[in-house]
Nanobody, 128 residues
């Protein structure tokens, strides 16, 4: 059974940093597409960063500030978040798909509907 457990969220001041972790079980990252998503109050869940087979996607709003990485030995994916802004506030979710999913242009897909497996989320709150 595929399971994803997020951790590392919390309260941080604007300009600060957090590192989120997603511990996976029931599968190996090498065979999956992995993504980080977030959902702010009153907004739809959106893709933040996704990774598969060496291809990485970052939302324009986080590019240059967030970095996705993984440790295959630990079956864990990370999201390093730097220079945090209040608009980064939301529940962050780790997601996985049991195939390499791509967009029409061949890049890694990072939309909610592209992923079947989800963690429960971890709250990130950035104060101004």
């Amino acid at each position: 059974e595929v399971q994803l457990v997020e951790s590392g969220g919390g309260l941080v001041q604007a300009g600060g940093s957090l590192r989120l972790s997603c511990a996976a079980s029931g599968f190996t990252f090498d065979d999956y597409t992995i993504g980080w998503f977030r959902q702010a109050p009153g907004k739809e869940r959106e893709g933040v960063s996704c990774y598969s087979d060496g291809d990485t996607y970052y939302a324009d709003s986080v590019k240059g500030r967030f970095t996705i990485s993984s440790d295959s030995a630990k079956n864990t994916v990370y999201l390093q978040m730097n220079s945090l802004k209040p608009e980064d506030t939301g529940v962050y979710y780790c997601a996985a798909e049991d195939s390499i999913v791509v967009t029409g242009t061949g890049l890694v897909a990072c939309k909610v509907w592209d992923y079947d497996n989800w963690g429960q989320g971890t709250q990130v709150t950035v104060s101004s």
